[in-house]
T-cell receptor, first 110, second 113 residues
Framework: EDQVTQSPEALRLQEGESSSLNCSYT??????LFWYRQDPGKGPEFLFT???AGEEKEKERLKATLTKKESFLHITAPKPEDSATYLC???????????FGPGTRLSVLP | ETGVTQTPRHLVMGMTNKKSLKCEQH?????MYWYKQSAKKPLELMFV???????ENNSVPSRFSPECPNSSHLFLHLHTLQPEDSALYLC????????????FGSGTRLTVV
């Protein structure tokens, strides 16, 4: 069974304090790994898609990386507006549907 | 402003009521999805429609009934719900079923009393 876990469950950072969020997955064959950001009271917003080990994507203060077992979302010098829940999802190569992880709730304090 | 619009944003209903959630997308996408998001649990896929045809029904209780009258609209009809059905219900769309980068709506926060 395909599984996605994320750690930590919650993370509190000071503004400017860089850190990383982890997404570990178990899937027989990976078609793609996706990162989303979700603000309170809103739906998830698409951030990145990664397809193969070694791939990296960047957007402003965020950088996503992928290995054969996990993905990291690195946040460099975060700002309070980066506070949100970050969701990871995987898509297996034998199907169309996504499996989502439970998310990491990030709080960045000024 | 997201290209996927959900109404209502909030809904409180009794266990004997019947209500419907509405989702509309203006992106020209061919696939639409209903997800359930409960506190501290991963998003759960409920239904998938591709080209207006239901292609996935993830063992969802019959008290939830989806409808897709055309490629731009998706409904979730609710009847005789239970308190444990209280959750955020999210609609999403993608260019094709399984396509990358879902666009989500803002959700309907449902409370069953």
């Amino acid at each position: 069974e395909d599984q996605v876990t994320q750690s930590p469950e919650a993370l509190r950072l000071q503004e400017g304090e860089s850190s990383s969020l982890n997404c570990s997955y178990t899937v027989s064959g990976l078609r793609g790994l996706f990162w989303y950001r979700q603000d309170p009271g809103k739906g998830p917003e698409f951030l990145f898609t990664l397809y193969s080990a070694g791939e990296e994507k960047e957007k402003e203060r965020l950088k996503a990386t992928l290995t054969k077992k996990e993905s990291f979302l690195h946040i460099t010098a975060p700002k309070p507006e980066d506070s949100a829940t970050y969701l990871c999802a995987v898509q297996a190569d034998y199907g169309q549907n996504f499996v989502f992880g439970p998310g990491t709730r990030l709080s960045v304090l000024p | 402003e997201t290209g996927v619009t959900q109404t209502p944003r909030h809904l409180v209903m009794g266990m004997t009521n019947k209500k419907s959630l509405k989702c509309e997308q203006h992106l020209g996408h061919n696939a639409m999805y209903w997800y359930k998001q409960s506190a501290k649990k991963p998003l759960e896929l409920m239904f998938v429609y591709s080209l207006e045809e239901r292609v996935e029904n993830n063992s969802v209780p019959s008290r939830f009934s989806p409808e897709c009258p055309n490629s731009s609209h998706l409904f979730l009809h609710l009847h005789t719900l239970q308190p444990e059905d209280s959750a955020l219900y999210l609609c999403a769309s993608s260019q094709d079923w399984g396509g990358a980068g879902y666009t989500f709506g803002s959700g309907t926060r449902l409370t069953v009393v």
